[in-house]
Structure formats: C-alpha cells, structure tokens
DNA sequence: TTTAGCACTCGGAGGGTTCGAGTGCTAACG
DNA sequence: CGTTAGCACTCGAACCCTCCGAGTGCTAAA
C-alpha cells in the first residue's frame, strides 16, 4: 500500500514506512488527542484501553517508540508517557485532526454575535476580539492589515458657530471620520461652503503621501486663505490617512492564559503577556499566505522567540474595498485546533459577509459553514 | 508635649500614646519605606543601621514590638521582620509620607506626553491610561464618568449617493459622532436637508430617555417619511447618548503586575487580572470623593474581594462641560504612594487644563505643581 | 507479528534536618 | 529609668533523602 523502506535504527532493522502506516496515524492522532485534553504525557496502556484498536500496549509501545524516532513524538525524560513534538501537531493539524463540526448551538450563538450592529469600526474591531476570545477561550488578537491606497473621497466642512466648525471626511474604505475644530479667528458658512467645494476637487483621490506642502500652500493661495483653514483641514486628512490606513491592533482575553496548565508558571505567562501587549509586535504575528483564509502556526513555526512554546491560528475576513481584517487566537501547542480552527472560521466567513453588506444572519443557519464538514474521519 | 496614658500589655506597664511619639513615627517611617522599596519584611537590625537614629537594635525591637501591639505593624511569622499593616500604610500616607517632588525631567516626560494631541476622545482615554501605566509602572484603569444630562446639539445629514448618507451628531460634550448609513432605499438631498431641519427642531436639546417611540412615530408622521429614514436617525442618536454617556473604561499595562513580587504567585495575579479585565466591575472602583483629586485606597479599604491585597490610587480629572474621567493605578500595599500620587496629581492636572481648553504646555514648566512640595519632612 | 513478563528509570511527593534571620526577655549599665 | 548587650528560642526556607509508581525497552514465548 505504501512505499517501505528500511532503515537501521539504534542497530536494529525496523519497518519505516515514506508515509506512515495507517496504525501509526491513528496512535498518533489518539496520542495528540488525549494530550490536547489532558496536557498530560499519555502512556502506552491509556492508548491500549481507549483507542479501540485492540493492541496490547507493548505494541502500542514498539509503535510508539518508532513515532518517537521519526520525530511525530517526544519524551519529556525516559519514564514519562509521549507528547506529540511540532512536527506531531503539524501532522495532526495537516491530516488527522477531526475537523470539528459546529453545532447548530454553536452556530447560533455566533450568528447572535454577529448580527449585533456594532458602531464605529474601530470599536467594532475590539469587540470582535473580545467575542472570539470568549468564543475559543484563548487570549485573541484583532487587527485590520494595512491599507495602502487609502484615499478621502468627500470632504464635508459643517458650520456650527463662528469659531467652531465639523471636518467630516469619508474614506475610500467607507469609514467616517469627524473632528470638531476651535478656532481662535473666525470663519462664516460661506468660506466653509468653498473650501469643502476646493477640497472636494483637489484632495479627494489622492494618498496621504500626495498631500504635500506644496499643494496646500497652492491651495491657500487659490482660495486666498490667510489664517490657516486650509492647512488644519488638510493636516487632519493627513493624520486620518494615517492612522488609518496603518491599521490597529487590539487584544483581548489575555487572562484566558491562566486557564491553561501551561502557563502557570509565571515566567511564561509574562514573557507571553508582554509580547502580546506590545502593538507592535502583534503586527508581525503570523497571517494567512494569500490563498488561504487560515493559517495555523505552530510551536516552533513562530518566527518570535516568545512564541516557540505556542500555536496560533490566525482567520482573515473582508473589510469590503480590499481592507482585510485578521483575528488570531494564541495558546500552547497543545491548543484545541479542531474547534478553534472551526469557529474562527465560521466567524471569519460571516463577518466577510456582513461587511460586504450582507444582511442579518437567518438565525441558525449553519448551510454556510462549507469547509467545516467532518474531515478525515470522525 | 503628648497626651499619655499608661496601659497594660501582657501585664507589663507600657507607654502607650494618644498619639505616636515622634520616634514611633520615626521608626514605622523607616520601616515603611524599607518594606515599600524590598518587599522583604523588615528587621530591627536593619533599621538600627540604615534609620540614623542611633539606637541599637534591642531599642527598635521593643518599640517594633509596641508599633505592632497597636496594631500599626504586623508579623508574617514569630521569627520574621515587620511588614506595615493596613493601618501602618493609612498612617504612612497620611502623615509620614515623604511627599515625592517631581523632578524636572518627570514633569518635561510627562508635559511632552500631554502635548501630543489626540485624536477622538475613546482613544485619547485609553492612551492617557496607557501613559499613566508607563509613568508609574502598575496597571491602570481610565475611565470617564457617566454624564448624565448628555443630549444632541446638533444634527447634520450628508447627502453621499441615492443609496447612502453621513448622519453626524454633535453632543452637548462637544464630542461629534457620526455614522455611514446604507440604504435599501433612495434618498435624494431635499429630504435629508428637511430632515435635518425637523431633527434640529425635535431631537436638540433632549436626553436619550426623552426620544420616545411617540416622538419618532409623530416626527415620521410629520414629515411624511415611510422609508423609516426617521427611526434610522432616532435610533442612532439613541445609540450614542447612551454610549456616550454611560463612560468608557480602559485598563491598561496590566502586566506591570509581574513586576512586583507580590503577583508571582500566579493565583493571586490571575485573580486580580480577571477583575480588572471585567469592564462593569472597574466602573466599581474607589474613585475620589467630591471634594478631592486624588482617592488612596489601602488594601482592606477596597470594598472588593479581589482588591483586599492591593490598593488603588486613583485621580479626576476635569473633561469640561460638567464631564470628568478618572484615572487609576492598582498595586500591591507596597505600593510607592509618594511617587505615583505625585506623578498621578500632576498628569490629572495636565490634562483638566489641556481640556480646559489649554494650549500647549511651555515645556519644563513645573510652576504649577503646586501641593507637590516637600511634605512632611525630607 | 503480537503479547506477557520483567528489570529498569526517573520525576514527584513526602518527610526529616539544617540554617539563620529575627524575636522577646532579662540583666547590667550610664 | 531608658538603653543596650546577651541569650535562648522560634520557625520558615532550603536542602537532602527516600520511596513510590507510571511508564519504558527488551526478551522470550505464543
């Protein structure tokens, strides 16, 4: 069935199979799924009485020995069960593990989630967070990917009273930004009317990069403005262009970490925590390669060194106009990639939807979770 | 020069003062500040040596002894040092403190901080929690209080295509929201513009609790609207007074905690972690009474469960227009009163003036700390 | 090829000992 | 009479040792 070859391990001939051999997947995929639940080294007899295989557990044992030499299994010290190593979880994740199918429960309570009309986007983003941390139970991040060709596409100046006006500037991303402006000299209804109507013709379209000094001391000279209307309006374009367009990240459910064995040493508990709240860093988090939608990084798979002991999986959905949005959930190898993997990607689908325009969810709809049906086997 | 009175302690006549004599307060001053900057109880070795009061360690021991039979000192064990009490930290802030002056490179730090301008008032919260974290190094919660007659000024509909308009909203906070409405529905400029006449009219001036289903069904009625542009827009206005209004909370630089020794304990640092993650509880939080800047709040002081092992430093600051936030840092006991309440008084009155209207800080100016002078003594 | 049997390994829990910082008390001192 | 040196005592932290048992790898028999 497959091709064999052999190999001489620690002197002896033994059976090394290119792939390997069907009896090994399902001791690995009954070690990896004991240990994901129990965080404890799984011996030889637990695999005997549970996996329904009807192998006594010496075999299980020479079996295991061998997964051990082919790098799928790791032995914290010689009198301790196996844990499966990164390449285990890697295999798992790959083809063994049980794509979990969501409940019609769960499905809902996603849906309920979602259909929640939430307000401004960046608030919008944060609640997601915190809605997919309670959701998988793990610490979560939310960011938006930068946008690079952010442009104003309406610029509205409302007048309110004489030293006090509105600046209402819409994006190409569709987002709405505002500020209220005091001024010191003043301004009449007239003057706004026309430099909204000069700023509506020469700074919609363009990038932050393109608003230049030159063009908004044109733009003073044009419309003869002399105290400095022009330059507040353009430079508030310019820091809405760029934060922005440069994307925010939030996390939520840090605390989530303590629910897990592995953290409770609290060195490793902090060295975690402190990278996840630097922002920056959060930005060079994993995120799925273009032609994919989830990405599951694990263990040593991180490029930071404070991640080598953790997993995260990371789901991308659409803001609408080619902004992306990417949540993330981190926790240790040992995560639960089955049901992680599947709810982040039902909420992932259905917030492409929504920001699509999509309606409110049918309640209890799960027809749209393709992709989630059972997987390899149940 | 005090009121004495003599009392018997396990049978021997002691001395015991009204109030504690000057070398009682001395000594629990020492104590006190040794325990705050080592975390390590404190021996009469240490502070015979370091306390410059010349007296052998025999002397402090029974005036330890005493410090602790009024209850102002505790023992963790019979054979170790002295750590204050809840008391002895109440007693220490009151009057012994010595009242931390900012240096000028504090104040610049912090001036510097205050000028940079920000954007919308969430944000701003959460960035001035953030910088409080960092200039006191213990995680700290911002928060603005509820404003309880907040209502709409003003409202303005931006015409954006047949389908789509901007629905701004400038509140009696000065704040503007404003939201992008997608329609099913065609809208053309005339009605918007009358629409936006009869909600200036109608909805201006009244709380969130005044905009009744009556209202909106009789301003439809009024204006003809069958398209339910009119429950948009009231909903909306509804949406933001409300959130608006009831305050924002913020906690940041929460893994300052592993800093402190007294978090390595991982239950105790997830038990307090977990409250502070709990928006609606830190709402909870002490906050200075009426009449006061500036709350300290010493461990059993706090009504909360989870805080009887910390306290809480916390100031106001003003918002304008009635509107005040607050800002607060949670610690241990230990915790550096003189420093951080120094700091903390400082930045709240740097940013009551910048809302104030203030403009921008001449650096270095530190005239204004006033109350941050030397206190009790050096 | 599978399995029963067995000697072996080694981390973790439990218990005992040592160490020393710090105490309270007492008696002597200025 | 307050202050101090001296001293016996206390008790947690650190360390070491032993025991226990889960789990292993190997071997020989089925």
Redesign the pocket.
């Known amino acids: 069935m497959l091709t064999h070859e052999m190999k001489l391990v620690?002197g002896?001939k033994v059976?090394v199979t290119m792939e390997l051999s069907e009896?090994k997947k399902e001791i690995l995929r009954a070690i990896t799924d004991v240990y994901i639940e129990t965080a404890?080294?799984?011996?030889?007899?637990?695999i005997?009485q549970n996996s329904g295989l009807?192998?006594?557990?010496?075999?299980?044992?020479?079996e295991?020995?061998e997964l051990?030499a082919l790098g799928y299994l790791e032995?914290?010290?010689?009198?301790?069960?196996?844990v499966p190593s990164a390449q285990g979880y890697r295999f798992y994740v790959n083809e063994l593990m049980n794509r979990h199918r969501l409940s019609l429960q769960e499905a809902e309570e996603i849906n309920r989630n979602l259909t929640h009309r939430l307000g401004q986007l960046d608030k919008m983003i944060s609640d997601i967070g915190r809605f997919a941390a309670k959701l998988t139970s793990y610490p979560t991040y939310a960011l938006t990917t930068t946008v690079s060709n952010l442009t104003a596409e309406r610029f509205d100046l409302i007048f309110v009273d004489s030293n006090r006006f509105i600046i209402v500037i819409m994006l190409s991303d569709n987002s709405v930004q505002n500020r209220l402006v005091q001024l010191t000299s003043e301004v009449d209804p007239v003057t706004l009317g026309k430099l909204s109507t000069v700023f509506n013709a020469r700074f919609t379209g363009i990038t932050e990069g393109a608003i230049t000094p030159e063009l908004i001391s044109a733009t003073e000279r044009a419309t003869g403005d002399s105290s400095g209307l022009v330059s507040v309006i353009a430079g508030y374009a310019i820091e809405v262009l760029t934060s922005r367009g440069s994307g925010e990240a939030f996390v939520t459910g840090a605390t989530r970490l303590f629910e897990h064995p592995e953290y409770q040493d609290i060195s490793k508990a902090r060295e975690l925590l402190n990278y996840l709240s630097d922002g920056s860093r959060i930005m060079n988090l994993p995120a799925p390669d273009d032609n994919q939608d989830i990405k599951i990084t694990i263990g040593p798979e991180n490029l930071a060194d404070e991640l080598k002991d953790s997993s995260v999986i990371v789901v991308r959905y659409d803001l609408g106009n080619d902004a992306q949005g990417l949540i993330g959930v981190v926790g240790p190898t040992r995560m639960d990639y089955s049901t992680v993997s599947a709810r982040l990607s039902y909420l992932a689908r259905g917030l492409s939807w929504l920001f699509s325009g999509g309606a409110i969810l049918p309640p209890g709809d799960t027809s749209r979770d393709n992709g989630l049906e059972d997987g390899f086997k149940k």
Do not use: D, F, W, Y
């Open positions: 620690r002896q059976e009896r404890e080294p799984v011996g030889s007899k637990t005997a009807g192998l006594s557990s010496a075999t299980i044992r020479s295991m020995a051990t032995q914290p010290h010689t009198s301790a069960g196996r």
